[in-house]
């Protein structure tokens, strides 16, 4: 059977539009820190509960912070560190992304504005929040270029889940099998083959090849690469 004509690309946010481990390793660490100082068992015992190693700063295969909702990490925790508050979880990560500085990949406003002109709708679809995601996008300069952002707290549930990308097909009039769902992780991967998307792997997140691979119909090296591929 021929691939639907694909009309529209969905992006996940970190680790595809957004160099992951850039980005988020230093979040991380800073976080972790903070909610446990002067204390490396407690801080350990976090980032375990997280997925991420915070002596050598790597993010583990299936880490909650990669794949997972704000929310997700949130609960994560707090029941690994009964000390720690909502509030207190929530107030530090928010001060501490407000420092962050979310590293661009290759080529990523040229892409963006070529797969435009090109007459693709564009959409972004993160487990990150709402706000989080548009504060980025602007201090990147691409939010223009956006038709939908939605976040794991927008009402469309978070992924593998596919509700963003039913709502992404909604607001600009296509169907999902008309999507290119874009992303780094199996969570992206799955939410597009559950929705029925053309679903397009790239390794600029933690996540290796064969890690990926499985649940992608094409893998690319970065999303560089995605509008020659459509085009194709």
């Known amino acids: 059977m021929p691939q639907p004509k694909i009309k529209a690309v969905l992006f996940d946010k970190d680790g595809t539009l957004f160099d992951f481990n850039a980005t988020w390793a230093a979040w991380c660490k800073n976080v972790i820190s903070l909610l446990a100082p002067n204390d490396l068992p407690r801080q ?82 993160t487990n990150d929040l709402e706000e989080n995601a ?34 992404f097909a909604d607001a600009i009039g296509v169907l999902p099998a008309n999507i290119a769902m874009v992303g780094d992780s199996t969570h992206d991967l799955h939410a597009g083959d559950a929705a029925g998307c053309y679903r397009v792997g790239v390794l600029t997140g933690p996540a290796v090849r064969d890690e990926i691979e499985h649940a992608a119909d094409i893998i690319l090296n970065d999303i560089s690469e995605l509008p020659r591929h459509l085009l194709n």
């Open 134 to 167: 548009v504060k980025q996008l602007l201090d990147a300069g691409i939010f223009e270029i956006f038709d939908f952002v939605v976040g794991s707290d927008s009402g469309f549930g978070g992924k593998p889940d596919p509700g963003m990308i039913f709502g």
């Open 44 to 125: 350990i015992r976090l980032g375990n509960s997280c997925g991420f190693d915070v002596e050598t700063l790597a993010f583990e295969t299936g880490s909650i912070i990669v794949n997972g909702t704000a929310e997700e990490t949130v609960g994560a925790w707090m029941a690994a560190d009964s000390l720690l508050s909502l509030d207190t979880i929530e107030h530090i990560g928010r001060v501490e992304f407000q420092k962050l500085l979310a590293v661009p990949v290759k080529e990523l406003v040229k892409t963006l504005h070529d797969l435009k002109s090109s007459g693709y709708a564009l959409g972004v679809a």
